[in-house]
């Protein structure tokens, strides 16, 4: 079954550091998602992107966060000065239509700013 | 605005017995409903969702739901649980006005006891 990847699944990095999020969609799939979930919190929505650009965002999404397709077959998420409440499980995914069928997720990575 | 609530945080339960996860949720416009199960250290996976037609829909690992429009429900039920069915359950509701983004639920966390 075709899979949502992520990588890295786990990334540490220092508070004011710029990491960057990579995530590979289902190959015909034509939206992309970011989520993400503080430690025993809800799943919240980041952002959507559809035709090389985004289609929405939420007020999570400030200037810091950015996303990217860069190659056509990636889809990365960038935070450019982590502060230490990004510290969070952020999922992408993905889908053939429009969200209304549900989403194919991927299984995470936990960004960690110390 | 939309809204989901998820009443339980936990729900212990014996194997073989039956479970009901309850959601409820608020929304102005028309909407879709999810269940997604997010098994430890994995991704969301997509166990159900209602679009339109029949109000009781059934998913994958034997889970079913019933949309219950003049109770703003989704509940999800399983007539006889197995200890694999241990995971966090959420809810999700997506709008039919155009929007991408799902709103989550906080997560039941469905313990199944031997």
């Known amino acids: 079954e075709p899979e949502v990847t992520q990588t890295p699944s786990h990334q540490v990095t220092q508070m004011g550091q710029e990491v960057i999020l990579r995530c590979v969609p289902i190959?015909?799939?034509?939206?992309f998602y970011w989520y993400r979930q503080i430690l025993g919190q809800k799943v919240e929505f980041l952002v959507s992107?559809?035709?090389?650009?985004?289609?929405?965002k939420s007020e999570i999404f400030d200037d810091q966060f950015s996303v990217e397709r860069p190659d056509g077959s990636n889809f990365t998420l960038k935070i450019r000065s982590t502060k230490l409440e990004d510290s969070a499980m952020y999922f992408c995914?993905?889908?053939?239509?429009?969200?209304?069928?549900?989403?194919?997720f991927g299984s995470g990575t936990r960004l960690t700013v110390v | 605005a939309q809204s989901v609530t998820q009443l339980d945080s936990q729900v212990p339960v014996f194997e073989e017995a039956p479970v009901e996860l309850r959601c409820n949720y608020s929304?102005?416009?028309?909407?879709?409903l999810f269940w997604y199960v997010q098994y430890p250290n994995q991704g969301l996976q997509l166990l159900l969702k209602?679009?339109?037609?029949?109000?009781l829909v059934k998913g994958i690992n034997g889970f079913e739901a019933e949309f219950n429009k003049s109770q703003t429900s989704f509940h999800l039920r399983k007539p006889s649980v197995h200890i694999s069915d241990t995971a966090e359950y959420f809810c999700?509701?997506?709008?039919?006005?155009?929007?991408?983004?799902?709103?989550f639920g906080t997560g039941t966390r469905l313990k199944v006891l031997a």
């Open positions: 995914a993905s889908s053939e239509v429009a969200a209304t069928y549900g989403y194919t």
């Open positions: 190959s015909n799939h034509l939206y």
């Open positions: 992107f559809y035709n090389n650009e985004i289609s929405e």
């Open positions: 929304s102005s416009v028309s909407v879709y």
């Open positions: 209602y679009l339109s037609g029949s109000t």
């Open positions: 999700a509701v997506g709008s039919a006005s155009g929007t991408y983004k799902y709103i």
